[in-house]
């Protein structure tokens, strides 16, 4: 099952904050998030795993409830870099956690 | 370091036709996925190739099918292409585990026509 994300667009002046919600009917083991540019390939900004642990490489902050099966995405005094599509992923259980299901998508626009 | 490198960047193709497209890796990453990119399906899994095995398959016809090699180069192909299978083509390789999240390249767009 596709994970939903809310809202399915947001619109931003610079320096405003965000939060990209992302939810899963099933068990979470973990969750992805990425960032895509018009015309780019999506770009990974981080991972939660259960037990809270965090990997990524980018200024952004996530939180994970395993209970829930909820991840949400904080974006804090945004950039126009920031504007994008966002997705997050979630992997199948077991051998499955290299097949990743996208949720929609939520597009992100940032005006000066 | 090199990214991840998909090969050709476009493509136009006639229905009926068939098409193989190309994905390297970076180096050291053993683990490779496919994915298809639309407007009104968003990203959907393809398939996961590990050390030359097919490790995962997503919910696609059998026209549609891949393969790994020794050096972690993956390759797709797509036979008896539709009208459908236009779309965005999207490749991405991960370390072992997926824990350390997928690096993707920048695609291949196949226009059928």
């Known amino acids: 099952q596709q994970p939903v994300q809310s809202p399915q667009a947001v619109i931003l002046r610079e320096g405003e904050d965000a939060v990209i919600n992302c939810s899963s009917s099933?068990?979470?083991?973990?969750v992805h998030w990425y960032r895509q540019k018009h015309g780019e390939a999506p770009v990974f900004l981080m991972i939660?795993?259960?037990?809270?642990e965090q990997k990524g490489h980018e200024k952004i902050s996530a939180s994970f409830n395993e209970k829930k099966q909820q991840s949400s995405l904080y974006l804090t005094a945004s950039q126009l870099s920031y504007s994008g599509t966002y997705f997050c992923g979630t992997p199948g259980g077991g051998t499955s956690y290299g097949k990743l299901t996208f949720g929609q998508g939520t597009i992100l626009t940032v005006h000066p | 370091k090199a990214g991840v490198t998909q090969t050709p960047r476009y493509l136009i193709k006639t229905r009926g036709q068939q098409v193989t497209l190309s994905c390297s890796p970076i180096s050291g990453h053993r683990s490779v996925s496919w994915y298809q990119q639309t407007p009104g399906q968003g990203l959907q899994f393809l398939f996961e190739y590990f050390s030359e095995t097919q490790r995962n398959k997503g919910n696609f016809p059998g026209r549609f099918s891949g393969r790994q090699f020794s050096n972690s180069r993956s390759e797709m192909n797509v036979s008896t292409l539709e009208l459908g299978d236009s779309a965005l083509y999207l490749c991405a390789s991960s370390l072992p585990g997926g824990d350390y999240g997928y690096t993707f390249g920048s695609g291949t767009r196949l226009t059928v026509v």
């Open positions: 939660l795993l259960k037990g809270g």
């Open positions: 099933k068990a979470l083991y973990s």
